[in-house]
């Protein structure tokens, strides 16, 4: 079954401490994996992409990501944590259905940073 | 670029009644997607229209919910009759292009439904 998991429900951080939030995949074929955020209220951000080419990859507000092909994750880093980017952080696999694709989206994983 | 409207913002029913949100997606985007999200369930995809056509149903819950896109500014999810179980944050996202692996999804701010 194709799938995305993140596997931490919470994670907390002081500010200025560096940040991972954690993201396995199981997908047919090579796989385009994303990082989404969501602030309260708010619909999902696009943070970032890995489609192909370098395994780490940078993306919005600082954050970047490391494709591991061989773990078969693609976790979220941040080498200095604010307190603004407190939010819940979704990773996603895209998965081809008959003519098309979709994203799956994983159970998403909330970020603490405290000051 | 106003991003993704979704309308209303909070919709409060009784069980039974019917229920349209409504989504105007991004200007040039040809991809939208309806979404639900729930605190036991997460993120749902519930259907998909490329060029205003239905590619992907399969994740519409049952017969009571439908959803159309009578043009390329415009989506409606209805649901009806409403039942408590369907209360959650219904999102609406458009992307351009049907190929979604490459492109972003833009998310509007999402309608929260409560059906009591």
């Known amino acids: 079954a194709q799938s995305v998991a993140q596997p931490e429900d919470q994670v907390n951080v002081a500010e200025g401490n560096p940040l991972t939030v954690k993201c396995t995949y199981s997908?047919?074929?090579?796989?385009?994996l994303f990082w989404y955020v969501q602030y309260p209220n708010r619909g999902l951000q696009f943070l970032l992409k890995y489609i192909t080419g370098d395994n780490l990859v940078k993306g919005s507000y600082g954050f970047e990501a490391e494709f591991n092909k061989s773990q078969t994750s693609f976790h979220l880093k941040k080498p200095s944590a604010l307190v603004s980017d407190s939010a819940l952080y979704f990773c996603?696999?895209?998965?081809?259905?008959?003519?098309?694709?979709?994203?799956?989206f994983g159970s998403g994983t909330r970020l603490l940073v405290r000051p | 670029d106003a991003g993704v409207i979704q309308s209303p913002r909070h919709e409060v029913t009784e069980m039974g009644q019917e229920v349209t949100l409504r989504c105007k997606p991004i200007?040039?985007?040809?991809?939208l997607f309806w979404y639900r999200q729930t605190m036991m369930r997460g993120l749902e995809l519930l259907i998909y229209f490329n060029n205003n056509v239905p590619i992907d149903d399969s994740g519409m819950p049952e017969d009571r919910f439908s959803a159309k896109m009578p043009n390329a500014s415009f989506s409606t999810l209805k649901i009806q009759p409403s039942e408590p179980r369907d209360s959650a944050v219904y999102f609406c996202?458009?992307?351009?292009?049907?190929?979604?692996?490459?492109?972003?999804?833009?998310f509007g701010n999402g309608t929260r439904l409560t059906v009591t």
């Open positions: 996603a696999v895209r998965v081809p259905m008959d003519s098309s694709y979709k994203l799956i």
């Open positions: 997908v047919s074929g090579n796989p385009y």
């Open positions: 200007s040039g985007h040809n991809s």
């Open positions: 996202a458009s992307s351009p292009g049907a190929e979604t692996g490459g492109r972003a999804l833009h």
